[in-house]
């Protein structure tokens, strides 16, 4: 790799104040504009390195570093959870960071505007979050994410909790966004065709503590599709994935 | 349809029936007003001394309500202290125990002695103490139950504690400080009634626990029950009315306001 890398850890380690070692010399460097997966059975830790890359926990020992300076100010965050708040309309939701950042409302709104109609949210503006489907809350929430133009971000396991075509809608539409955009994508999951679907690298982690395993690059062209999903070279891809995986549960 | 038609129509009737037994029983065993007024002798009552006790329930509902914008106001302002420090928190939630399981009653003598001149001001703090800890305890804790993913968000996004207490803490714990305010409204009316009747108003400025009082001592039981009816009748309406202050400040998009599944 000869770029830089836009975040790389060295040697990071997360022992729990109970005395519990959820990740143990985690040494991985992501390229810029790249997309890359982690991928790991439950439980393996991959949330909690997904926390420390965005500075929401302290490692024990070892070391987050940002390639550019600034990027740890520019990080877009999803969570499992679409995690919206429940009293402000969904147009004052994807507003929050820009709010926070200080800005005035007149001042985005056209910036709102686009990301909500990159998402496929228009119209939805004045609706609060529990008139929403779980697969549209997940996008105010996504829509939130990228409000603010993130060079990385970052998703931890953001579609686990949907059905299947919703799921495969969001994963096309955050390709679509990405090949787009530009920004770096470090995504969380547990499951192989997600990963494969989305990736150009996936990373492997195995449980107890939480160790990369394997570093797998995905050899399938973008831009991909649905057309992809049943294509034999991307049943291949899975199989090879999903064997170390099996390899990194046992 | 028929469940809303239930809803008001089964608890009418079984206050009607109540109503009827309680005639009936009166007439039946020929009870003499002063051990047990009829119904019909209640409405009489109320409808004679009506204006006369509707003054006093101004005096009531006046130290009622002082108490519980009192209690919402310096409640919820010692909830946000609390929610800022942690320290703060522990060293002082104890007493506002402590004040609030010490019985009113107990407390009620040693304030009015020590505001001795002022009446208004020492039934008003009395009623203070019973209805301010709902509103202390819930909203307390209403700022502490804010999504720990979205308190993550506010971290990420450099939030700073203001920012975080107005868009997050704050309109977290609004439905909890709701049903504070709920509790603390029919509280902030007990505690007015019951600093009365151990405080006693004299002259002209009296509320209706004293007028309870002076009712029981001359055994006119009818203007009696007509004195509890309309505090009965007052605590219901600032129940309703908090209710629907409630509803109409989260009701979009709270579960607890929603209506339910059709």
């Known amino acids: 790799m000869t770029e830089t890398p836009i975040v790389a850890l060295k040697g990071v380690e997360k022992r729990f104040r109970q005395g519990v070692l959820a990740l143990a010399g985690i040494d991985l460097a992501v390229a810029p504009g790249s997309f890359l997966s982690i991928l790991g059975p439950s439980g393996c830790g991959k949330s909690t390195l997904l926390r420390i890359i965005a500075g929401l926990a302290p490692p024990s020992a070892g070391l987050v570093q940002y390639g550019e300076s600034g990027v740890e100010r520019r990080l877009g965050f999803v969570f499992q959870e679409p995690t919206l708040m429940p009293w402000a309309s969904v147009w004052d939701n994807v507003y929050l960071p820009l709010r926070l950042a200080g800005q005035g409302r007149d001042a985005v709104a056209s910036r709102i505007a686009e990301t909500l109609a990159s998402l496929g949210l228009e119209g939805f503006e004045k609706a609060y979050p529990r008139e929403l489907s779980g697969g549209m809350r997940m996008r105010v929430s996504i829509a939130r994410a990228l409000v603010t133009e993130p060079r990385l971000l970052l998703l931890d396991e953001p579609f686990a909790a949907l059905d299947e075509l919703t799921r495969f809608r969001l994963n096309e539409d955050l390709l679509r966004l990405w090949q787009r955009h530009h920004w770096t994508v470090i995504f969380v999951t547990h499951s192989v065709f997600e990963s494969v679907f989305l990736s150009s690298r996936i990373v492997v982690m195995t449980p107890r503590p939480g160790r990369l395993l394997a570093d797998l690059p995905i050899a399938l062209d973008y831009p991909r599709d649905a057309a992809l999903r049943t294509a034999p070279r991307y049943v291949e891809e899975c199989q090879r994935v999903s064997r170390v995986l099996s390899e990194a549960a046992a | ?262």
């Open chain 2, 1 to 262: 349809m028929s469940e809303r038609l239930l809803r008001i129509g089964a608890p009418l009737a079984v206050g009607l029936l109540f109503l009827l037994g309680w005639e009936a029983l009166v007439r039946l065993e020929q009870l003499p007003p002063y051990v047990l007024p009829g119904p019909i002798r209640v409405a009489e009552a109320l409808w004679q001394d009506g204006p006369s006790l509707l003054g006093s329930l101004l005096v009531t509902l006046r130290i009622t309500l002082a108490a519980l914008a009192a209690a919402v106001i310096l409640g919820g302002a010692l909830a946000i202290l609390f929610a800022q420090s942690r320290l703060l928190e522990l060293s002082l939630f104890p007493y506002a125990v402590i004040l609030q399981v010490t019985p009113i009653v107990a407390i009620a003598p040693l304030i009015i002695i020590w505001l001795k001149d002022q009446v208004f001001l020492s039934l008003l703090v009395c009623a203070w103490i019973v209805a301010f800890f709902p509103v202390v305890a819930n909203t307390t804790l209403g700022l502490n139950s804010a999504d720990r993913n979205l308190v993550d968000l506010f971290r990420l996004y450099g939030a700073s504690r203001w920012q975080t207490l107005r868009y997050l803490r704050m309109p977290s714990a609004l439905p909890y400080f709701l049903t504070g305010v709920r509790i603390s409204g029919g509280l902030a009316l007990i505690g007015a009634v019951v600093a009365e009747f151990v405080a006693g108003t004299g002259g002209t400025d009296t509320g209706l626990a004293s007028r309870i009082l002076e009712a029981g001592y001359r055994l006119q039981m009818p203007r009696l029950f007509a004195a509890l009816l309309l505090l009965a009748a007052t605590g219901i309406g600032i129940f309703a009315v908090l209710s629907w202050l409630a509803r109409r400040l989260i009701g979009h998009w709270h579960e607890s306001a929603l209506p339910g599944e059709e």
